[in-house]
T-cell receptor, first 112, second 116 residues
């Protein structure tokens, strides 16, 4: 299975954009990229997913490199509620409900 | 409100005792999952079930057992055979794989189990 690499931690100022990187150099052509986040002492929640094209939803944007070996989760205007661990996950399908392999993720700290 | 309920939030047990963690969902989801999370680590899949009366082992099933007698419920038993059971346990559910569209997993609030 293709693996992902994320920085252990990042900091950002409140109300500024945040770019969370994910490297997946061994991604296959049919692997989908998913992002979940986990707020302190809670279960994870889905953020966004994509295959090749950039994606936007109400929570975030996902920018996928042309060679698909990396992607970036973009929070356009960080708030204190965005402080969480963000996980970048690859899966073989677009169903979303298959086995998810969570790495250690990136712990995002928001500075007031 | 629809959602996933896990109870209790905190659970303490003596070493050598079996313990059952509850997971209930009213989202009408077919698929349910159990994950384990250790401090500073990501989640690891213990068991999952795509439909009632059927379940499969995940990556770390040893020392755990599950049942899926009802669509709404997927209890996890941590047996005395589990060598290091102290952890944060998370239950999730989703629409079944064959359902149309994207079927993200919805997670419960978790149960923090401490074995003394």
């Amino acid at each position: 299975d293709a693996k992902t690499t994320q920085p252990n931690s990042m900091e950002s100022n409140e109300e500024e954009p945040v770019h969370l990187p994910c490297n997946h150099s061994t991604i296959s052509g049919t692997d989908y990229i998913h992002w979940y986040r986990q707020l302190p002492s809670q279960g994870p929640e889905y953020v966004i997913h994509g295959l090749t094209s950039n994606v936007n939803n109400r929570m975030a944007s996902l920018a996928i490199a042309e060679d698909r070996k990396s992607s970036t989760l973009i929070l356009h205007r960080a708030t204190l509620r965005d402080a969480a661990v963000y996980y970048c996950i690859l899966t073989r399908s677009n169903f979303g409900n298959e086995k998810l392999t969570f790495g250690t993720g990136t712990r995002l700290t928001i500075i007031p | 409100d629809g959602g996933i309920t896990q109870s209790p939030k905190y659970l303490f047990r003596k070493e050598g005792q079996n313990v059952t963690l509850s997971c209930e969902q009213n989202l009408n989801h077919d698929a349910m999952y159990w994950y384990r999370q250790d401090p500073g680590q990501g989640l690891r899949l213990i068991y999952y079930s795509q439909i009632v009366n059927d379940f499969q082992k995940g990556d770390i099933a040893e020392g755990y057992s599950v049942s899926r007698e009802k669509k709404e419920s997927f209890p996890l038993t941590v047996t005395s055979a589990q060598k290091n059971p102290t952890a944060f346990y998370l239950c999730a559910s989703s629409k079944r794989q064959l359902a149309g569209g994207y079927n993200e997993q919805f997670f419960g609030p978790g149960t923090r189990l401490t074995v003394l």
